[in-house]
């Protein structure tokens, strides 16, 4: 039996190893399975872990409100250090590219513990695009003993840096936690009403909302919605203020569409908005900025949306599942997998291409057909399988 310490600390690892501690959970003849927890976010982390029953094994609780790139390495890195000499694992699994996942990586490293790196491989080769999470994910997979690479793109980048560890393509484990959830609301009338009574009390007009739901289709005439996140650090001030700025436009050139923004809890990211809305978020028509959205519900609007626009990695590989177009605010990606099949484009934070990309899905029903068909270069919700059977 070994024992494997599963570590991470944001809202989209902790979806994209949800499933992957459940699937460990499940195998108890074979591993000794610990959860630790970094908090390096709070309430979007406990809105996950919730949602998916986790009870962490340990909790390093790191958030501090403002905390900057240094705060977060060493209170991990130092955490880490102590959690690992108490726990010592056989094995530790992080995932992708933040700042927990790099400096637990480095713990681990210290103590000579293996480390397998899930969600590896994936590059665009800039080191300040997304910052910092391209130099973070460049160094976890050096540190990677096993490097689970989602895509065949994946597994190419790191065969060309002669990573060391070794390399099996797994697909993505967010089509896993997708999967889950989906077959969770699939059918089931209650819990969509719940969803949709969860999302009024976030602020979303429900009259308006009730017209999307019960339309047949996402096409023209009927009320249409438009889902945005975002919150990359490389997008702070002048980016941010192009994308809110088009994005307020927007609502006022399309009134009877509905632009719904579950607000990331960064202060980097309220700022602009309120720089652009103003102080009071509330009543502005067709314009609706919510609190961050459990998984559930986030799920459930994304698949009720007409368009998808965003900088978050995560929703840019579930969205072409759920055949929903995606305009990404950034200038580059390390997932170009959907750009290749249409699905999505890079819009980045121009104010024009925003407007004209954003125009252009809401008034050409063609150029819409075309970029909304499901796609699945991410995974086959087997990922977590995979990654099972290669750590055996
Ligand atoms: C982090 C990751 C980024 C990932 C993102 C997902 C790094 C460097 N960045 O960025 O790769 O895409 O998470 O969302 O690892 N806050 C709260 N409560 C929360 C979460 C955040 O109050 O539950 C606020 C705090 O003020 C915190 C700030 O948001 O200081 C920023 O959080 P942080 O984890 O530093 O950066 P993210 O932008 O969330
Ligand atoms: N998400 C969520 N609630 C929200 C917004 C996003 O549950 O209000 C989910 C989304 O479905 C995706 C993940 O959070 O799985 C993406 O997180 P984020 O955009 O914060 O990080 P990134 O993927 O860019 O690292």
Known sequence: MRKIMLVFGTRPEAIKMAP??????????????????????????????????????????????????????????????DVLKECKPDIMLVHG??????????????????VGHVEAGLRTNNIYNPWPEEMNRQLTGRIATYNFAPTPLSEKNLKEEHAHGKIFVTGNTVIDALHMVVNKLKGNKLLADEQVKVLAKAGYDVGRLNEIVNSKSSISKFRRL???????????????????????????????????????????????????FGENLQNLGNMFFIEPLQYLEFVYLMEKSHIVLTDSGGIQEEAPGLGKPVLVMRETTERPEALESGTVHLVGTDYNKIMNEVSTLLDDAEAYKKMSYAVNPYGDGKACERIINNLI
């Open 97 to 114: 590219d933040t700042t927990t996942s790099t400096a637990a990586a480095l713990a681990a490293f210290y103590q000579q513990i293996p």
């Open 20 to 81: 992957l501690v459940i699937a460990l959970k499940k195998r108890e003849a074979d591993f000794n399975t610990i959860v630790c927890v970094t908090g390096q976010h709070r309430e979007m982390l406990d809105q996950v872990l919730d949602i998916f029953d986790i009870k962490p094994d340990y909790d390093l609780n790191i958030m501090q409100q403002g905390q900057d790139l240094y705060d977060i390495t060493a209170r991990v890195l130092i955490g880490m250090r």
């Open 226 to 276: 438009v889902l945005i996140t975002g919150h990359r650090r490389e997008n702070f001030g002048e980016g941010f203020i192009n994308m809110v700025t088009a994005i307020k436009d927007l609502s006022e050139k399309y009134p009877d569409v509905d632009f719904v923004y579950p607000m990331h809890l960064n202060p980097n990211v309220r700022k602009p908005i309120h720089d652009v």
